[in-house]
């Protein structure tokens, strides 16, 4: 993986010097989101902690895609090299680049590197390569000019836009705009980036794309129910075998699959493979071929998994790095709360172990104070029955929880019932004495009260 370096810089508009984490070889195969970075124009971007301007760090680039056999140099006009530098910093970085070779993968288009003039020059190559035709670019800028006509729309107005630009409504469409949020995100610009956010809710009500989005969606879910039950009922102590035969009865249905993937990932491990290659060895020669293809399907699929797994833990450390940068944290978490889940809260709680284990106080303080808003900010958040349900079970003694009980169980109605006992199926699994009888007092108390 091509190395993070660290820098001093002094910011463009407030001169205040701060440091910048940068890179000077981007590998499309090893690190994709850097190649996305670059294309987007972030790579090497840091905002000034101190005015929160974007300030991008100029520095000689090798930028290599050796499933392209893409070798491309940059060296920023701005740096003023010597020629003589800069074939020095090139031939440096190249030779990083084929040192890391696994043996064997050295190809003559190594010897000749590409020269790019300016980074849109870059960026021109590598879309290129990809197969991307200045068609393709225009399309993509007229998708950016109509979402900033929609951003710059009233209400009224943007209803009538959306159901005219119907037909440009696409999977592209959305992308774009979600790749937008984030640059607005990142350039600290909440107001934009949330109003990017109501627009697009509104494009998944009205045009026929988000439609068929949420039915897709709605079908999707259903599945993952279905197979939810049918896991469900295997039991908690099913083996491989069973799993096994679970998979095959779901062989010619992806989305069964796929979703059984997603629920069960631990099990199809290394063994879970080879036991099947056994059962592959053994069914009759007909039914060979099907299982093979299962076998390929289900390989894909975990690695797919893996993947996601990986994209949501680095969105988390991006939205993480976001709130950390910014002047304001309590804005751009109140903005990002839908974002904040399970995998956001694991990230956030490993960078305050990290940074305690680094006897790194401040930002351990920092990182703290940012889990203790948003702990706060969730709480809020909630139905009121769960803050009641909450404040009983973090009562210091019994009989503060039963005065509580006392004082306030008759200000709710029969939703709190069903808060405590869905509050009790949680718990049931966390084997807590303690806490389920707290709850089974709440319980009856709650009952006894709303009669
Ligand atoms: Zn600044």
Redesign the pocket.
Known sequence: MPKMLQATIP??????P?RVNFQNVVDAKQDPQAKMRLLTGQLNMAQ??????P?TMLTPLVYHDPTKELLITYVPMELNLSKEAQEKAIGDLVKSVTSELPQGAFKAYLLQPRQALTMQGLIDQILQADGVTPEMMEAQRSRVRLIETMLEASDEELESIIRQNDAQIDTQFMQTMSLLAQRMLQEGRQGLAERLVQVQNRIVELSSFGKELVERARVQEEVIQQVADEVNALGENADRPEFMDLAIRYADDDARLQALVGLARPVFDYQFFQELQGRIGQVAAAERPKLEALREKLLELTALADQQTRAALQDAAALLQAIVNSPNPQDVIEANLPLIDVTFMQVLSANIQEAERRGDARTGERLKTIYNQIVGLLQANMPPELQFINEVLSAQTPEEARMLIAQRVRDFDGHLLEAIDAVEDQVAEQNDPALTERLNLLREEAAQALG
């Open positions: 910011c463009i508009q407030c001169r205040q701060f000034c902690p101190n005015c929160g301007a300030n």
